[in-house]
């Protein structure tokens, strides 16, 4: 008899512990909260990237109206690492997962202000390239993944739409160059562009609209 006790007070302890975590399994996930967001934003990111995400300092990107789910990728691989940045390494590591999705969350009801391209010997090679890449180089166009207008592919690809040019321009040469490690189908376009190809393509991306 009590032998049969404790099978079943271990078979009741087992079953507890699975429906635990049965019910961790299912619950979902915590909203981001915009308050929340605002505030973490305005005390860590605001100074360099501009009150609303709009930032003034053309090698500090603009954020405003990014799409949530790359912002957070960003965060994280600037925590861990994978993305290698030494101002953004030390900013991202006290930020926990929900205060990333909160910020990114509240950059997305921010709106991008618009650029625009200054250089009008190159903007023509630019649009060149963002809409038709260079096919005799197996150089993919911009607009595949970017769209037209540059407003990206949410989950998948960033907008680029009014980006600062010096930034486009810094992130491209670093994707060249294996400064920058954590996207590979870029590291493979930006591999074949030279200089003046890279600084055409982001001087049109800051004026797309």
């Keep these: ?24 399994a299912v619950a ?10 605002e505030a973490s934003y305005g ?12 930032s003034a300092i053309s090698a500090n990107p603009k ?6 789910d790359y912002i957070v990728k960003q965060l994280q691989e600037f925590k861990s690492g994978k993305r290698a940045n030494a101002i953004m390494m030390g900013m991202s590591a006290a930020l926990s997962e929900q205060d990333m999705k909160n910020i990114a969350a509240w950059l997305a009801t ?33 607009s595949g993944c970017h769209t037209p207008t540059g407003a990206g592919i949410p989950s998948q690809y960033p907008r680029l739409a009014g980006q600062h040019a ?8 670093a994707f060249r160059d294996g400064v920058r490690k954590n996207n590979t189908q ?12 890279i600084k055409a393509v982001s001087d049109y991306i800051a004026g797309l609209r």
């Excluded at 979902?28 to 308050?35: C, E, S, T, Y």
């Excluded at 954020?63 to 949530?68: G, N, S, T, V, Y």
């Excluded at 010096?166 to 040469?173: C, E, G, P, R």
């Design 1 to 24: 008899m009590k032998l049969f006790a404790s099978l079943l007070t271990a078979t009741l302890l087992v079953a507890s512990v699975f429906s635990v975590q049965a019910n961790e």
């Design 186 to 197: 870029m590291t493979q376009v930006a591999s074949k562009l030279n200089d003046r190809e």
């Design 110 to 142: 921010k709106t991008a202000k618009k650029g625009f391209a200054k250089d009008k010997e190159l903007v023509t090679l630019g649009e060149r390239i963002y809409r038709g890449g260079i096919a005799d180089r197996q150089i993919a166009a911009c």
């Design 28 to 37: 979902p996930a915590a909203k981001p909260d915009l308050a929340k967001g």
């Design 166 to 173: 010096d930034y486009a321009v810094a992130q491209l040469t």
């Design 43 to 54: 005390a860590v990111c605001a100074a360099c990237h501009g009150v609303d995400g709009n």
């Design 63 to 68: 954020l405003a109206q990014q799409h949530p």
